[in-house]
């Protein structure tokens, strides 16, 4: 499932919407205003093929400290980010088409997964708008599993989709502006389809890589204008490699707008295809640069406006996948946050739920050197919990840890509230006499 945002109906605010998924000469250098997490600069194939060898000795590393450990990779590293920019912008058009015609059908605004395109109507309203007769409107169900049935979902419009981009004909969507009929892959080419092949194959390297050494695999979220092309090969390699256990975790940042649409939409694929649903929850890291890309290019900010509607976001999201396990053990978590409330939320919900730590189906992780006092009393109880270890050239990982320092503005405050605790723990082990122990 395609993310990113879905205007319900077409208006001015869409083509803005659209132009998050263009590429602009001023944001060429993803770096700026990113505070808190590493970034790539493309160079060349070659350069793709370096980081790969990286990200196989990380799973190595991680196979050889732990069990049950993961490894988290970043697409950008493996790709050229203009063809990850353009993959998202085609599938967030195909996706903006789908609910146009809901639109049509009077589904405005509905929820994702409850939207539903009646196939006759679809028929009656693209030629009435003189875009394709039902005739021609019917070649797009031939062959497929949609035809057999009266109504086209989010998810069934995507199957559609995955055909028809391996055809030879082009795939044609109506542009609303002028009425016409224009081919959706103009803007993918050989070079773009070589990137595309590219990519999955380093993918599956790394995946066959991490199932031979019994690792978790994480496959890092990125700005908003990737997304959707990261998502999007994220659950395909899910599709191949999930099957019989959660190899493949996809990143959802929960202070973008979409996060509930996008866990939701990806989770119901899960459930029809019979694959396990592997997820990091995280805030997100891409805040500033964001807004200040928003602004500049006349479009909808994707971000939550507030810290605490990312709370709620957050907690919305993971409650859904917490259900999930309950209710079919085929679902996993990270609950990758230093928030201690988010931490107690969790915890209390696996009570209620009846999830134990031992099932390994919800984890926690924290960054190394951070919030210790969340990450040390968890493992002691049982629960699975990881350290997220930076690694790489220092002059390149220690920029990381200052933005890390940076973008947690309240991390004095939590460093304060350690040492106090570190202190107290001193007082008590020197007033028991047990220093050591």
Request: hydrophobic share 35%.
């Amino acid at each position: 499932v395609e993310h990113g945002p879905s205007p319900s109906s077409s208006t001015p605010g869409a083509g803005k919407r659209e132009k998050q998924y263009r590429a602009h000469q001023g944001f060429g250098d993803h770096h700026g205003g990113v505070t808190s997490a590493h970034t790539y600069f493309y160079a060349d194939e070659a350069k793709c093929d370096q980081h790969m060898e990286t990200f196989l000795r990380c799973i190595d590393a991680s196979s050889g400290s732990s069990e049950d450990g993961f490894s988290a990779i970043k697409l950008t590293a493996l790709a050229r980010p203009q063809f990850l920019v353009r993959f998202s912008e085609v599938l967030v058009k195909w996706r903006r088409f789908f609910h146009q015609m809901a639109t049509e059908q009077g589904q405005a605004g509905w929820a994702v997964l409850d939207t539903k395109l009646e196939v006759q109507k679809l028929q009656e309203t693209l030629d009435n708008l003189g875009i394709a007769s039902k005739a021609e409107s019917q070649q797009w169900f031939t062959g497929e599993n949609l035809g057999t049935g009266s109504t086209v979902d989010l998810l069934d419009w995507n199957s559609l989709f995955d055909s028809r981009t391996k055809l030879s004909r082009p795939l044609l969507i109506p542009n609303r502006k002028t009425g016409q009929l224009e081919p959706l892959l103009s803007s993918f080419g050989e070079e773009e389809e070589l990137q595309m092949k590219r990519v999955l194959q380093r993918m599956d390297v790394l995946a066959n890589r991490a199932v031979e050494k019994g690792v978790r695999l994480m496959v890092d979220a990125e700005q908003s204008y990737f997304q959707p092309a990261i998502s999007r090969l994220t659950v395909e390699t899910q599709r191949r490699f999930n099957r019989s256990r959660p190899i493949i975790y996809n990143t959802y940042q929960c202070y973008l707008k979409e996060a509930y649409n996008n866990v939701t939409g990806d989770m119901e694929l899960s459930r029809r295809e019979g694959w396990h649903f592997g997820t990091k929850l995280v805030r997100g890291a891409y805040m500033e640069q964001e807004r200040e890309r928003a602004a500049q290019m006349g479009y909808e900010d994707p971000i939550n406006p507030t810290y605490e509607k990312t709370n709620e976001m957050y907690h919305r999201c993971l409650d859904y996948v917490l259900e999930e396990i309950k209710h079919s053990q085929k679902a996993s978590v990270m609950v990758a946050s230093h928030n201690e409330d988010t931490v107690k939320f969790t915890l209390r919900r696996m009570m209620e739920l009846g999830i134990h730590p031992a099932d390994k189906k919800v984890c926690f992780g924290q960054l190394l050197g951070m919030c210790d006092q969340i990450t040390f009393p968890l493992g002691q109880a049982g629960f699975p919990v990881y350290k997220y270890v930076p690694y790489g050239p220092v002059h390149e990982v220690l920029p990381y840890l200052s933005r890390r320092a940076q973008e947690n503005r309240g991390f004095m405050q939590r460093a304060n509230r350690e040492r106090d605790l570190l202190w107290k723990e001193v007082k008590r082990r020197l007033l028991t006499g047990n220093l050591f122990s």
